[in-house]
């Protein structure tokens, strides 16, 4: 992963677990889950998802646009 000097906000909910540790989600990217034993872990393990979370966005974004340059075509037209 590539480390970047733009900071984002995401907005983390997070539990006390039962069976001890905390859980985590990303409100902004709700796939971003994880967990830790402490609050602490759980910061770092979120960070973790939520850069795992975004280069797979990142991924299907650069897809779908190798997908659509095979549907683009060039006109000229007399103006």
Do not use: G, Q
């Given at each position: 992963m590539q480390a970047s000097n733009n900071l984002q906000k995401f907005t983390i909910y997070y539990r006390k677990e039962k069976e001890g540790g905390f859980s985590g989600?990303?409100?902004?990217?709700?796939?971003?889950i994880s967990q830790g034993e402490t609050l602490e872990e759980l910061k770092k393990n979120m960070t973790e998802a939520i850069l795992l979370v975004l280069?797979?966005?990142?991924?299907?974004?650069?897809?779908?646009?190798?997908?659509?340059?095979?549907?683009?075509?060039?006109?000229?037209v007399p103006v």
């Open positions: 989600r990303c409100i902004e990217l709700p796939a971003a280069e797979d966005m990142r991924e299907e974004i650069r897809e779908k646009e190798e997908e659509e340059k095979n549907n683009i075509i060039t006109l000229e």
